[in-house]
Each structure stands twice: as structure tokens, then as C-alpha cells.
């Protein structure tokens, strides 16, 4: 069997194993009941949706890392086993939440703490780059955990983010490259469930590990890239900060704690006062979040002068989108505010 067809052969079979997952979930969810009710906040959400995607996903996700380490025969690195640790215990804790939800303070505590563990494990090399790696790896959480609230909307920003790193030449190794794409290949088939109309929910239990993963990539990528390079990184998970950075003064404006429910999400935004409908709001997001992506690439290949002019244009594109979001103010009855929950949608 040539390379390719072996390749192609891969692929399939790690997609079977995903859709069989996620739809088994999806079967246990409505059986045990482990539904989303109908959020207040989300005008769209209407009917119960079945939680355990995200669950089913970071599972199936495991599993076939586990099964690479074991077909290649080689003891897999310290790095690559905490950020399996990692995603599996925020797995764990985000489908208790998906149940049984916890508060704010809880969840950042353990988000803060499974991130400490691993960047113990990786080891920054000064004090102040393990404080701003720490920071980073929580705001990414937090943001894919945030913009969760939309059928198929984590599972395209999340796609955007990671095939940006396997295709920019140089910018992950081997191990990274094989564990992002078969993230590729469990995203896909989620998002055949999760497109409108969703059929399964990834809850907090998808979006928070999604999030540390992708965390650790583009930390990983940032170590083996030059200042520049690293900089271009956050065109990578650019629609999830654009997200973050409009809710918290959104509503601390209003006077709600940040990890207060709000529908201040710039999906909600789009549908509830633009009259998007999901696929517009979907394929928009794409396009942008997919522009700002190609920064890593575009680094590696252009000269210095040209990716900093490049750089500037793309900060005022993505200040001028946050502003034409911030003056489209949700609606203003929209229910009271919740405990932000990724899967409220």
C-alpha cells in the first residue's frame, strides 16, 4: 500500500471511530437525559439538544493518540502525556459540569490548575515566561470555552485554528502534527452533528479541552518559532480573542461579572440585531477567522518589513470588526443572566 493510500486509509477509519462515538453519545444523552434545556439567552435555542459531543470527541481523540504512540512503538515524550492528562481531566470535570454545573470560581480554579500542572511538566525557562504562558493557555480556554455558544461555531474557529498550524511549513513537529490532525479529522465529524440544526451539543466538556489543546499547540509552536513568528501566532485563535475581548467590557459595562451569562456573544449579536441567520454568521467567521490565520505562513515567508506592515493592517481590520460588534448592542430583554455555560448556545 503506497504512503498515500495508507494516509487516506487513516483518515476514514479515525472518522468512523468518531462518528460512532459521537452518535453513541448522543444516544446515551437522550436516554439518561443529559440534555441542554432552552436558554433564555440564546433566543434560537428552543427545544432540549443532547449534551456529551465534546465529550465523545476529546475521548475518541485519545484514544486514537494512544493507539499512534503504541503503533510507533517509542515512549511518547513528557509534554505530549501532560497535554493528553490535561485534556482528559478537563474533559472529566467540563461533562460533570455539562450535568451538574459548577460555579465560576470552581471552573477557574480547575483550569488553573491543570494548566499549572503542565506547564510544571514542560518547564518555561524564566519566571516571567512561565507566568505569560500560563496566561495564555487560560485566556485560550476561556475563549473557546465562551464562544461555544453557537451551533458549529466552536467547531469552524477551532478548525481554522488548528489546520493553520499543520500548514504553516516548520511550525510543528512530527508529534504535534499527528495529534492536530486527527483533532482535524474528530472535528470534522462533530460538526455533522453540531452544524444547524445541532443533534448534540460539544458542551463544556468539548470546548474546554478544545481549548487547552489548542493552547498547548500554539505554545508549542511559539517555542520553536523567532519573535516575529510567535507574534503572528495570535491570528491563529483570533476569533476566539475578538469573543473574549468584546464580552468582558460588555459586561462589566452593564455591571455583570464576567463569567456571567450575557448575549453579548458576537454570534448572538449577528442574529438577534443583523438578522444572520447561523450558516451567514458561520461563513462569515470563517472567512475572517481564516484571513487572519495565514499570519504564522505568511511570517516564514515574507520579509520582516512586509509582515509588520501586514500585522498593522490586520489590527485595524480586527479593531474596526470589534467596533461595527460593539456598536450592534444585543437585545435588551433577553432573560436574566446565567452562569456562563459553553453550551447554553
Known amino acids: ?7 487516506i486509509g487513516r483518515v476514514f477509519a479515525s472518522a468512523a471511530v468518531f462518528i460512532v462515538a459521537i452518535e453513541g453519545a448522543r444516544r446515551i444523552a437522550i436516554a439518561s437525559g443529559a440534555v441542554a434545556r432552552p436558554n433564555p439567552i440564546v433566543r434560537s435555542h428552543r427545544q432540549p439538544v443532547p449534551y456529551l459531543g465534546g465529550t465523545a470527541l476529546v475521548l475518541g481523540w485519545l484514544a486514537l493518540v494512544v493507539a499512534s504512540w503504541l503503533e510507533a512503538g517509542t515512549m511518547p515524550s513528557h509534554e505530549a502525556v501532560a497535554r493528553a492528562a490535561g485534556a482528559l481531566a478537563l474533559v472529566v470535570f467540563g461533562t460533570w459540569d ?6 465560576p470560581a470552581t471552573k477557574l480554579a480547575v483550569q488553573l490548575l491543570v494548566s499549572i500542572l503542565y506547564l510544571t511538566v514542560v518547564g518555561p525557562s524564566t519566571a516571567w515566561s512561565w507566568v505569560f ?7 485560550l480556554v476561556n475563549s473557546y470555552n465562551l464562544i461555544d455558544v453557537m451551533d458549529g461555531l466552536l467547531c469552524v474557529v477551532s478548525t481554522v485554528a488548528i489546520v493553520a498550524l499543520v500548514a504553516t511549513p516548520g511550525l510543528v513537529d512530527s508529534v504535534l502534527h499527528r495529534e492536530i490532525t486527527i483533532m482535524v479529522v474528530g472535528l470534522c465529524a462533530l460538526f455533522l452533528f453540531n452544524r444547524p440544526p445541532a443533534r448534540i451539543y ?14 498547548t499547540w500554539v505554545l508549542a509552536a511559539g517555542r520553536r518559532s523567532g519573535p516575529l513568528e510567535t507574534l503572528s501566532l495570535i491570528g491563529v485563535c483570533a476569533a476566539p480573542a475578538l469573543e473574549l475581548l468584546l464580552l468582558i467590557p460588555a459586561r462589566l459595562q452593564k455591571g455583570l461579572s464576567p463569567f456571567r451569562g450575557s448575549p ?20 462569515v467567521t470563517l472567512a475572517l477567522a481564516a484571513w487572519f490565520a495565514v499570519a504564522p505562513a505568511i511570517a516564514r515567508a515574507w520579509p520582516a518589513p512586509h509582515v509588520l506592515a501586514l500585522a498593522i493592517a ?19 430583554k433577553a432573560g436574566p443572566a446565567q452562569p456562563e455555560r459553553a453550551a447554553s448556545k
Request: proline residues 7%; without cysteine; neutral net charge.
Open 98 to 103: 455539562d450535568l451538574r454545573p459548577f460555579g
Open 133 to 139: 504562558q500560563l496566561l495564555v493557555l487560560v485566556s
Open 314 to 332: 490586520d489590527f485595524a481590520l480586527g479593531l474596526a470588526v470589534w467596533y461595527a460588534l460593539w456598536r450592534m448592542p444585543p437585545p435588551s
Open 264 to 283: 453579548d456573544h458576537f454570534a448572538l449579536r449577528l442574529q438577534d440585531q443583523a438578522g444572520w441567520n447561523k450558516w451567514k454568521v458561520l461563513a
Open 1 to 7: 500500500m503506497t504512503p498515500i493510500a495508507s494516509s
Open 202 to 215: 460539544s458542551g463544556d466538556a468539548g470546548s474546554l479541552a478544545i481549548g487547552f489543546l489548542i493552547g
